[in-house]
Every structure is written in C-alpha cells, then in structure tokens.
C-alpha cells in the first residue's frame, strides 16, 4: 500500500486536510496510508531539545543532526523509499515528479522548521530537498500535504474518472484549456460554440490551442 511518513514537530496537524475530499475518501477506505511520527521523542534530555543556535551565528535557530538522525532511524526499514527534506531551498515539485513519487512505495518527509536542518544529516541520510513554491512557509507540514495530496489523488481507484488527470494543467507540459459547463449562457457570456457542435475532432483542436494560448501568456517558461 502506498504510505506517506512524516516526520514532524508538529504531528497534530495531521491528517488535516488530507481527511477530507479525495484524498480523506481514499485514506478512510484503506487506497493509502499516512504515518506521522513526532521529531521530538527522539530528543535524550529533559526538555526534549531539537534545536540549536546556528555554527557561526546569525538568527534563529536549527534543527539538530543527532536527533533528526534518531527519528528518521527509528522509523526502522525504509530500502527504497524517496527521503524527502520540505525546504524552500529545494527542487522544485512538478508534476512528473509528483507522477513518478505515486508509482512507488510512497515517500518518508521530513518537515523543516526553525532556520533549517543541520546540513550533516541532510548529507548522512541522504535526504532529497523538495520545495513547493519559490516563498517561505512557517515549517514544512503544509508543503508535505500539498506534495501528499497531489501524489494521492493519481494512486489506483482514488479518483472516479481515471483520464481525469490526464488533461489537467503540466499532465502534457502545458496549461489546462478553459472550462465550461451549463447555463449556455451567463451574464452575456456564452460558451464557445464549438463546444456544443458535437464535433470531437474540433473540440480537441480548440482545447490544443487555448492550452498553448494560456500556456504562453501565463507560463512562457513552460513552452
């Protein structure tokens, strides 16, 4: 069964949205399966440490190697699955990385937080750093979701209509064509008449062309 494992600081904020819609369907039917395990129960001292001041100084504070090591090797086997670091520093998440991320066993992640996590364990454990969007979050957790929830919605059964993905926007390197449904009409505005002729052929040619069309108006980079 696919699984997801976090490792976090914060394991209360899971499952959260990811019980709900698809993905808490597919999660409460058995489709998938979501462990999260609390950073801070491998800390050895009596505050339950996890942090320290940064070599060298400067703000705030990180993530310690030893005890991310301790968690991360306390989740006991994990041969063959993705070692994920959220970190705005990271490569960015695409969808044919998320495509590729669903085909497997399913992903451990580990959730930053503070200023970041000592370099040495990142290195040790051969963490892969992972970002969802070029801006900065208060920790990693909602990025884990954002990267959960768009692997989960392409495992087997979770989503109704199987070619649903299959023309969504980055499925072929483009943007997603307009959508339209009933009324016919709505405040003037009408639906685009090829649409309604029936014709499939025409329908695919028009949607090919607003893709590319919004394509190069909103997301050049991807042409």
Same mark, same amino acid.
């Given at each position: 069964?696919?699984t997801a494992?976090v490792?976090t600081?914060?394991?209360?904020?899971?499952?959260?949205?990811?019980?709900?819609?698809?993905?808490?369907?597919?999660?409460?039917?058995?489709l998938?399966?979501?462990?999260?395990?609390?950073?801070?129960?491998?800390?050895?001292? @009596?505050?339950?440490?996890?942090?320290?001041?940064?070599?060298?100084?400067?703000? =705030?504070?990180? !993530?310690? /190697?030893? %005890? $991310?090591?301790?968690a991360?090797?306390g989740?006991?086997?994990t041969?063959?699955?993705?070692?994920?670091?959220?970190?705005?520093?990271?490569?960015?998440?695409?969808?044919?990385?998320?495509?590729?991320?669903?085909q497997?066993?399913?992903?451990?992640?580990?959730c930053g937080?503070?200023?970041?996590?000592?370099?040495?364990?990142?290195?040790? @454990?051969?963490?892969?750093?992972?970002?969802?969007?070029d801006?900065?979050?208060? =920790?990693?957790? !909602?990025? /884990?979701m %954002? $990267?959960?929830?768009?692997c989960?919605?392409l495992?087997?059964?979770?989503?109704?209509?199987?070619?649903?993905?299959?023309?969504?926007?980055?499925?072929d390197?483009?943007?997603?064509?307009?959508?339209?449904t009933?009324?016919?009409?709505?405040?003037?505005?009408?639906?685009?008449?090829?649409?309604?002729s029936g014709?499939?052929?025409?329908i695919?040619?028009w949607?090919?062309?607003?893709?590319?069309?919004?394509t190069?108006?909103?997301?050049p980079?991807?042409?």
């Amino acid at each position: 069964m696919w699984t997801a494992t976090v490792l976090t600081l914060f394991p209360d904020m899971f499952p959260g949205p990811l019980a709900a819609s698809l993905a808490g369907k597919a999660l409460a039917t058995g489709l998938w399966q979501l462990e999260t395990r609390d950073i801070r129960d491998a800390a050895t001292d @009596r505050h339950r440490s996890v942090d320290d001041t940064p070599s060298g100084g400067g703000a =705030g504070m990180v !993530l310690r /190697a030893d %005890v $991310l090591a301790r968690a991360f090797d306390g989740l006991g086997e994990t041969q063959g699955r993705p070692r994920l670091l959220m970190s705005p520093r990271g490569a960015p998440l695409t969808q044919a990385r998320v495509a590729e991320l669903a085909q497997g066993p399913g992903p451990v992640i580990v959730c930053g937080r503070f200023e970041g996590v000592d370099q040495r364990v990142i290195e040790a @454990r051969n963490f892969d750093e992972v970002s969802v969007g070029d801006y900065v979050l208060s =920790g990693g957790e !909602l990025a /884990a979701m %954002v $990267l959960i929830d768009a692997c989960v919605r392409l495992l087997p059964g979770v989503m109704g209509n199987t070619t649903s993905s299959q023309a969504e926007s980055f499925s072929d390197g483009l943007l997603e064509y307009p959508q339209y449904t009933r009324p016919a009409e709505f405040r003037g505005m009408k639906v685009p008449e090829v649409l309604l002729s029936g014709n499939h052929a025409e329908i695919a040619r028009w949607r090919g062309e607003q893709a590319k069309l919004r394509t190069t108006e909103r997301r050049p980079d991807l042409l």
